[in-house]
């Protein structure tokens, strides 16, 4: 898979090989040094660039459907869609996504919990570049586990784009910070009380709550691990993102 800039130069490529017996992937960057061809990938000082840059450049305005892994994003290419991918499932936040920065954005996970762990890794980079941002729903695509793009492709040989963009999506909506908002008085305020308990309720279904010695208060995202304090900038962009993933609203002035 060959990785370029936005004007089509190439930058390296990323080889991707798969044992047909045992099913074991062999995945490694190679750049080119002079004349020799090495493994490893180049430096980038912003963060690497994301795969198929020059079609994000070349088409600024098309909806942009990201998966995790080149081949899948080929696939879906392969369709007329404009598709991305910054790599495997932990490589979002090695990644330069100011190319796709207020664009809508479709997200095809894996069906697995790396899957979901990137999805919700790039969706939290996106909405804060102020993309609209959708999640597709494996499950109501009909994919088992560990099932992606690719294997949806397979199982339906004639589809097209307006196929794929017309499958079911976790959330439609555009976070609004005034979507919820009441028209006043004790119904206002019954309405925000309800949001703030809908708000708990989600942060303790995701999160295992805790203190520490100094009795500050962390949470850590039962998928990915991750720990925040709940007093950080960090915490309140993964409420906004996973909140916004789940419910189609924004948390921010609830």
């Known amino acids: 898979h060959a990785y370029t800039d ?4 190439l930058l390296y490529w990323r080889i991707r090989l798969k044992n047909r017996q045992t099913g074991e992937k062999w995945i490694r960057p190679m750049k080119r040094v002079g004349a020799r061809h090495v493994l490893g990938e180049p430096e980038f000082r912003d963060g690497k660039p994301l795969y198929r840059l ?9 909806l942009v459907v990201v998966t995790e892994g080149e081949y899948k994003a080929d696939k879906l290419a392969a369709l007329g869609l ?3 991918t910054s790599g495997g499932a932990d490589s979002a936040s090695n990644a ?12 095809w996970p894996d069906n697995d919990e790396a899957g979901q762990r990137y999805a919700l ?3 939290e980079i996106l909405i804060n570049l102020k993309c609209k941002v959708r999640v597709l729903d494996v499950v109501a695509a009909g994919l088992g586990p560990k099932g992606d793009a690719a294997d949806w492709l397979a199982v339906h040989p004639d589809a097209a784009a307006a196929d794929v963009l017309g499958l079911a999506c976790m959330s439609d909506a555009t976070p609004s910070p005034g979507d919820d908002q009441g028209d006043g008085g004790d119904e206002e305020g019954d309405k925000r009380q309800s949001q703030a308990s809908t708000i708990v ?6 999160a295992i709550l805790f203190h520490n010695e100094n009795s500050e208060a962390f949470a850590q995202d039962k998928i ?3 720990t925040r304090r709940l007093e ?8 906004v993102s996973n909140f916004y993933l789940k419910t189609g609203k924004s948390p921010r002035d609830q």
Request: charged share 30%; no cysteine.
């Open 201 to 206: 309720a989600f942060v303790e279904e995701r």
């Open 232 to 239: 950080s900038r960090q915490f309140r962009d993964w409420l």
């Open 224 to 226: 990915t691990r991750e």
């Open 54 to 62: 020059h079609s994000l450049a070349l088409r600024p305005t098309d």
């Open 121 to 123: 890794a790039v969706a």
């Open 6 to 9: 936005d004007g089509g130069k």
């Open 82 to 84: 404009t598709a991305t």
């Open 96 to 107: 330069d996504w100011a190319p796709v920065a207020g664009r809508e954005v479709l997200i």
